[in-house]
């Protein structure tokens, strides 16, 4: 019988059976996936062909093969990584310019990792309604770098229901990933998407100004209007992996049509002479953010310093 990964803590998964059952599942024998060293071969988001046994649990046979993927690194085991969902329409980012901040560092490298992994992203700014005066300009510069680039940036507030209704159009039919740091308002917004699922929401600490942590495994919801969203655990430190220095300005896009006109092939755009790159962000074709995070990430420096 085939299925749907819903849920997933680490030994159990809710599959939802194509009868419309949901069943309680196990991962047959030492299944693993070829090429992905994973602290779990079964993801969230997973097509699988289960077997229904006496107990009326199930027991997971196989792993369809996935459109797409996307990763973080293990918090516990470092040599290994944690396969967050599988099969994704589009992943929505939640930013905040504050409580908490959402750095463009943080934000270019879960664009690069989306991209690595062919899955398209846009821009939701939750919390709109707190934000005037420098944070409203913040809010608008943030959508001025990503906008231009083909990333839809969405203005929202979980609050007052101000674009809660275009948002919701939008996950018709679709397999909707929901990402960000904790406390930018996944929950609460994903609660005002869809009033039935109630999921539980979390305070802002405090001391270090960061969401209290009420997602602790990714977990896929039927919305009422069609279509799937899935909450993720709020991601303090995301970690681009395996990402080779030469290959992490094919994931900016505006870079990706100018490659060809460097000199060198090897050009890593940096401190070579004649380098495409370096001229389109002095020419201001570039934003030099971009750029900025760009080199950050070449050099695997600390977003969060």
């Not at 992994?117 to 409203?136: E, R, Y």
Request: overall charge negative.
């Amino acid at each position: 019988m085939r299925g749907l990964v819903l849920k997933s803590t680490g030994s159990r998964f809710d599959v939802l059976a194509e009868n419309g059952d949901l069943v309680s599942c196990r991962i047959r024998g030492q299944m693993r996936l070829h090429g992905i060293e994973s602290t779990s071969p079964v993801a969230v988001g997973d097509h699988v062909i289960i077997a229904i046994q006496d107990d009326e649990t199930g027991m997971i046979k196989e792993i369809e093969d996935r459109k797409n993927y996307i990763i973080r690194k293990s918090v516990n085991l470092s040599k290994q990584t944690q396969i967050l969902a599988a099969n994704i329409d589009r992943a929505w980012l939640v930013v905040t310019p504050i409580l908490p901040k959402t750095s463009t560092g943080f934000i270019d490298r879960f664009i690069a990792a989306a991209e690595s992994f062919h899955i398209p992203v846009s821009l939701i700014f939750n919390k709109s309604d707190l934000f005037a005066d420098d944070l409203a300009e913040v809010q608008t510069d943030y959508i001025a770098i990503y906008e231009p680039l083909g990333y839809q940036c969405l203005k929202v507030s979980a609050i007052t229901g101000d674009g809660i209704e275009t948002l919701r159009s939008l996950l018709v039919d679709k397999i909707n990933l929901v990402a960000g740091h904790s406390g930018v308002g996944k929950s609460s917004l994903i609660n005002a998407l869809d009033p039935s699922l109630n999921l539980r929401t979390g305070d802002i600490s405090r001391q270090h100004q960061k969401g209290k942590h009420t997602t602790t495994f990714a977990e896929m919801h039927p919305l009422s209007q069609g279509g799937f969203i899935i909450d993720t655990p709020g991601i303090r430190e995301f970690v681009n992996i395996d990402f080779k220095p030469a290959e992490i300005c094919h994931y900016f896009v505006e870079m990706r049509n100018l490659l060809q006109q460097c000199q060198f092939n090897n050009c890593l755009h940096e401190n070579e002479k004649h380098c495409a790159i370096k001229d389109a962000v002095e020419k201001g074709i570039i934003h030099p953010m971009r750029y900025y995070n760009y080199l950050s990430m070449l050099h695997n420096e600390d977003i969060f310093k």
